[in-house]
């Protein structure tokens, strides 16, 4: 054992009960207290884990000696639990029952394939916005739920019911952020005698959300998740430690997420990809855990890995008031204390760099068009929509004081008018009419009649656990409506409103306080508890506004209270998607276009012709918090988790074969068995170097996940649409790519199909390739086929930040699945790469500043890339031979960000589940 290890091992005594637990005290002369708490809980780990094999010496003294400028070495870790929504939880149980069928081919017990630590697996990423606005639009959209996804269900309950460790929270329940937050984070476990730090990692990104209350926890893809439920480490560099001095409190005109969103942009321009972010500083006082978690959720965005709030008073009063035992929260209070992983606020902590943000210079925020960093002032939204129309799509615009319609063309039709046409608009000294190109259409329908035009808000959507779970913004929002209707307004008719809460706690106290009423006059019903239009599924819009956009070539424009924006994420035809807390939700659907300056503009005019100011409307603190202290109890967390497995009644019919293999249905379009692992070596082939190679897409910078992976709906013209029509599946019955994350022929089809990417090589927007013997474009998927008809291995090339975004699985398993080898780019998110290496794809990096645009490729080469084969070591640096057409050879060198031995044996065995198999088969 190490001594470390075994210096580390102590008891206490906690409720009666004695525990051992690894101590941090005493560890060094030097001590861990000029250790960030977030360094600390690592340490903790490794030692704790500590087996000499796969967690060593080194991997202790690595942590033990943690500097600002920490070492370039891996280090372990063994998550507590794991985290899962059923987009990524699909795919992972899917993974699950191929290998206990491979298992069982192979003459073994499958009944030994199973998490070797808690999985919680909470299903909220499924229901769609199809109804809105009516006190029916719940249970429609819920009934629908069921219709569209009851061959996965049946996929989920038979993994609640016949694996162990594994427990699944039905769907309409909530969003697993905020359940984790608000009932499954423990804040220190309790396992086989031991006491140690809640942590665990997640198959969503917004997993950090959980670090407001003191838990380590961020996300990772589905595949290195599935190999930690199989007992393996997870791997990753020795992170820096970036400290976020908050000092001061939110102004009373602001909100925690005005807060986040400035943070947002803070930390993209410091750059913490990569990095450990924690919070200290007196601001911290002012902060709940609710605002503290809005914070972490957006880890994200900001490129970190964690935003780590230590434990303190303020997680103790959190805890109480959402029903966690008196007797856990001795546990965490006295674990914590006694073992330096309480907060005072008297730190003297050595971080790696400092942040400093003065909360009370706050202003009203918001972020768009299309990156959560793209931060807005509320004040500056109205002229900067003007340069967003200038300069993302082309228009010549000027800021609009009176809109004048006239030159209309009728295209009736359905019973419903539309009239369309490009508008002169009276410039800012009224004295003359700029002929512009503000594109307007006039829509009457069922004897009303508006004017939707470019800026016109389409969705309204209060949306998203980052803001649902904070009770001061969904009162605010309430009270907002309040004071709105009071004053004679309404939401305006072409905004499709919506409200999705992360928990039934949110209707609870909205019902007791009344607010829920109020929201509804505003249409914000309540259309399912799930992620909602924050991940794509903002459902269709009214076939008159859909026409209209289309027709009228509008850019249009989504208001909603989540975490991401990137384009055609909110919905395939909106372009502009703005971020903002849900009390300025409430107020942009009122006004219906985002063009304004809500600072100095009226909302609207009453009843009377008054003009209506969002300041007149806006509830103060105090009103928000009384509110809150009058309806938000401890009993309602008691009510809403002491049922959180049951499910609703459609979740208790469902009938499931609880044999040991699940049963794969052949004519399922849902549910495939995972093609990875069939009949699959007990030795895995050799590497080898990659030869002849082509080029599948040369794409740009920031190419996220939401651009590789497949997302939200999809056309019957695409490679997926043909291939379920193939299949007999009816357009209506398509549903959305991430409800068929279990299929893995829909899934391939629809990787790199994004209406958005730019591939390069291909002469068009969209999900295209060209297959060079032919020069023909065609669909990605298309082209990749042909080049395997062809035995023709692909790679990748890409600029900065490639797959940045949402922690998808299936961003790698289709790039895999499409026969990509390699993909060379300028630098790689976290998540994307190591599940590239999961998947057996070897992430490169352009070496010596080189990128592919100044070494002159232009993705026409066949790509010889050598070093693979022999001696392949961590960051290997590689040879790459590229010949253009012309004869001319360009050579230049890349890095392996093949990061550890193990991550070498992980791209051995073409993935780190096949490696992880072939040791179950070795031990079994």
Same mark, same amino acid.
């Given at each position: 054992?190490?001594?470390?290890?075994?210096?580390?091992?102590?008891?206490?005594?906690?409720?009666?009960?004695?525990?051992?637990?690894?101590?941090?005290?005493?560890?060094?002369?030097? %001590? *861990?207290?000029?250790?960030?708490?977030?360094?600390?809980?690592?340490? $903790?780990? +490794?030692?704790?884990?500590? &087996? @000499?094999?796969?967690?060593?010496?080194?991997?202790?003294?690595?942590?033990?000696?943690?500097?600002?400028?920490?070492?370039?070495?891996?280090?372990?870790?063994?998550?507590?639990?794991?985290?899962?929504?059923?987009?990524? %939880? *699909?795919?992972?149980?899917?993974?699950?029952?191929?290998?206990?069928? $491979?298992? +069982?081919?192979?003459?073994? &017990? @499958?009944?030994?394939?199973?998490?070797?630590?808690?999985?919680?697996?909470?299903?909220?990423?499924?229901?769609?916005?199809?109804?809105?606005?009516?006190?029916?639009?719940?249970?429609?959209?819920?009934?629908?739920?069921?219709?569209?996804?009851?061959?996965?269900?049946?996929?989920?309950k038979w993994a609640q019911k016949g694996l162990n460790n594994f427990?699944?929270?039905?769907?309409?329940?909530?969003?697993?952020?905020?359940?984790?937050?608000?009932?499954?984070?423990?804040?220190?476990?309790?396992?086989?005698?031991?006491?140690?730090?809640?942590?665990?990692?997640?198959?969503?990104?917004?997993?950090?959300?959980?670090?407001?209350?003191?838990?380590?926890?961020?996300?990772?893809?589905?595949?290195?998740?599935?190999?930690?439920?199989?007992?393996?480490?997870?791997?990753?560099?020795?992170?820096?430690?970036?400290?976020?001095?908050?000092?001061?409190?939110?102004?009373?005109?602001?909100?925690?997420?005005?807060?986040?969103?400035?943070?947002?942009?803070i930390l993209r321009d410091k750059g913490v990809v990569g990095k450990f972010v924690e919070v200290f500083g007196d601001g911290l006082d002012n902060l709940t855990v609710t605002d503290r978690a809005t914070i972490s959720n957006m880890s994200p965005e900001f490129g970190c890995t964690v935003t780590y709030f230590p434990i303190d008073d303020r997680t103790l009063e959190y805890m109480h008031a959402t029903n966690r035992s008196p007797e856990q929260i001795k546990i965490v209070e006295e674990y914590c204390k006694e073992n330096l992983l309480w907060r005072t606020g008297n730190e003297n902590i050595l971080y790696s760099s400092v942040v400093e943000l003065d909360l009370n210079t706050l202003e009203p925020t918001v972020s768009g068009p299309k990156r959560p960093q793209d931060k807005i002032l509320v004040k500056d939204l109205s002229h900067k929509f003007t340069e967003i129309l200038k300069d993302e799509h082309h228009r010549d615009y000027e800021p609009i004081s009176k809109r004048t319609e006239y030159a209309w063309l009728s295209d009736g039709g359905s019973g419903t008018e539309f009239t369309f046409g490009k508008v002169p608009i009276e410039g800012p000294s009224h004295s003359e009419v700029i002929q512009d190109t503000l594109h307007t259409v006039r829509i009457k329908q069922n004897n009303s009649e508006f004017v939707l035009s470019d800026g016109s808000i389409v969705i309204a959507a209060i949306t998203s656990c980052t803001n649902t779970s904070n009770p001061a913004v969904m009162v605010g929002a309430g009270l907002l409506a309040r004071n709105a209707i009071e004053k004679g307004l309404r939401t305006k008719p072409w905004v499709k409103t919506s409200l999705a809460p992360g928990s039934k706690v949110v209707t609870k106290y909205l019902e007791r306080s009344g607010l829920n009423t109020d929201l509804e006059a505003l249409r914000f019903h309540t259309v399912g508890y799930g992620c909602t239009s924050c991940i794509g599924n903002s459902g269709p819009l009214p076939p008159a506004i859909a026409t209209a956009v289309d027709k009228g070539e509008l850019v249009v424009a989504s208001v909603l209270s989540g975490n991401r924006n990137f384009e055609a994420r909110v919905h395939p035809q909106v372009k502009m998607n703005f971020l903002m807390s849900p009390m300025l939700v409430v107020a942009y659907a009122l006004t219906g276009h985002v063009d304004i300056d809500l600072t100095t503009e009226p909302l609207q005019y009453d009843p009377n012709g008054e003009p209506v100011y969002l300041k007149d409307i806006w509830p103060s603190r105090e009103e928000i918090q009384k509110t809150i202290n009058e309806c938000l109890k401890q009993g309602d967390f008691e009510e809403v988790y002491d049922v959180i497995f049951d499910g609703s009644e459609d979740w208790q019919n469902l009938e499931v074969n609880l044999d040991q293999n699940f049963e794969w249905d052949r004519n399922s379009t849902y549910i495939k068995e995972a093609p990875f692992f069939e009949n699959i070596s007990a030795d895995p082939d050799p590497v080898t170097d990659i030869k002849d190679a082509r080029v599948l897409l040369y794409l740009g910078d920031s190419v996220t996940t939401d651009h590789i992976s497949p997302a939200g709906s999809f056309k019957e013209d695409s490679a997926a649409g043909t291939y379920l029509k193939n299949n007999n599946v009816n357009k209506e019955d398509f549903n959305s790519y991430g409800s068929r994350r279990g299929n893995h022929e829909v899934m391939m089809r629809g990787t790199f199909a994004n209406v958005r990417i730019k591939n390069k090589i291909a002469d068009k927007e969209g999900g295209f390739s060209r297959y060079f013997p032919t020069n023909e474009v065609k669909t990605v998927f298309d082209t990749a086929m042909a080049y395997e008809k062809d035995h023709t291995p692909l790679i990748i090339l890409a600029g900065k930040e490639y797959g940045s975004g949402s922690s998808r699985d299936w961003a790698a398993k289709g790039t895999f699945l499409l026969g990509v080898r390699a993909v060379i780019a300028e630098s790689f998110e976290r998540i994307h790469r190591s599940n590239l290496v999961g998947m057996g794809v070897a992430p490169l990096v352009f070496t010596d500043g080189q990128n592919a645009e100044s070494l002159g490729l232009d993705g026409t080469e066949t790509y010889n890339i050598s070093g693979l084969a022999e001696n392949l070591t961590p960051h290997k640096i590689l040879e790459v031979k590229a010949v253009h057409p012309s004869g001319k050879e360009t050579n230049f060198k890349v890095k392996a960000r093949l990061d550890s031995a193990i991550e070498i044996e992980y791209y051995r065995h073409q993935g780190i589940l096949q490696y992880v198999l072939r040791e179950y088969l070795k031990n079994n």
């Open positions: 054992m190490n001594t470390q290890k075994a210096k580390s091992v102590q008891e206490l005594s906690v409720n009666g009960k004695n525990y051992h637990y690894s101590s941090l005290k005493n560890l060094s002369e030097k %001590g *861990v207290d000029h250790l960030p708490f977030s360094i600390r809980i690592l340490l $903790e780990n +490794v030692l704790r884990n500590y &087996d @000499g094999f796969s967690i060593t010496d080194e991997h202790v003294d690595t942590l033990l000696q943690w500097t600002p400028a920490p070492v370039d070495k891996d280090i372990p870790f063994k998550p507590a639990r794991i985290l899962m929504q059923d987009f990524t %939880g *699909v795919p992972a149980v899917v993974d699950m029952a191929s290998l206990r069928a $491979e298992f +069982v081919r192979q003459g073994k &017990d @499958g009944q030994k394939i199973n998490p070797a630590i808690p999985v919680d697996l909470v299903i909220d990423h499924s229901v769609q916005v199809d109804y809105f606005g009516t006190d029916y639009s719940y249970d429609k959209n819920v009934t629908l739920e069921f219709d569209r996804n009851k061959e996965r269900y049946e996929l989920l427990t699944v929270v039905p769907p309409g329940m909530g969003i697993c952020h905020q359940v984790n937050l608000e009932y499954l984070a423990k804040g220190v476990i309790d396992r086989d005698g031991w006491l140690f730090p809640d942590t665990l990692v997640g198959t969503d990104s917004h997993t950090p959300m959980v670090n407001g209350i003191g838990v380590i926890a961020w996300g990772v893809g589905g595949i290195e998740a599935e190999a930690a439920m199989l007992g393996q480490p997870i791997f990753f560099t020795c992170p820096e430690v970036v400290g976020l001095k908050l000092t001061g409190k939110i102004p009373s005109h602001c909100t925690a997420t005005d807060m986040v969103l400035s943070i947002t942009r």
